[in-house]
């Protein structure tokens, strides 16, 4: 299994990002997959959930309505747009595979290496 993120970086609150997770080493459509976060000492918070097959979505009450969790099935990558950042939505973002088709959450999920999102201006 590997899961690799991208499309963090710095940017002002009000503004825009998209994370990428491209997957590999499994059935990328068979399992469904969420996004964590950890902010610096702070424990890991899940963000936002996909079912395997596209058939339903959660998040977070913080987010809900500013970030939009997405999946390509045929490309394997998994998405996540966030609009409107905030400050407090700095931290480490993970992609994460479920054990299973339905979204889900367990601290030892194999999760990628991450990518880091600053919310500063």
């Keep these: 299994v590997q899961l690799v993120e991208s499309g963090g970086g710095l940017v002002r609150p009000g503004g ?3 994370l990428s997770c491209a997957a590999s080493g499994f059935t990328f459509s068979d399992y469904s997959m969420y996004w964590v976060r950890q902010a610096p000492g702070k424990r890991l918070e899940w963000v936002s959930g996909i079912n395997a097959l596209n058939s339903g979505t959660s998040y977070i009450d913080s987010v809900r309505g500013r970030f939009t969790i ?3 099935n045929a490309k394997n990558m998994l998405y996540l747009q966030m609009n409107s950042l905030q ?3 700095t ?3 993970h992609c994460v595979k479920a054990k299973g088709a339905y ?3 367990s601290e030892d ?3 990628g290496q991450g990518t880091q999102v ?3 201006s």
């Design 109 to 111: 999920d194999y999760r």
């Design 103 to 105: 979204i889900s959450f």
């Design 91 to 93: 931290a480490l973002y």
């Design 16 to 18: 825009s990002l998209r």
């Design 70 to 72: 997405s999946r390509d």
């Design 118 to 120: 600053t919310v500063s």
């Design 87 to 89: 400050p407090d939505d």
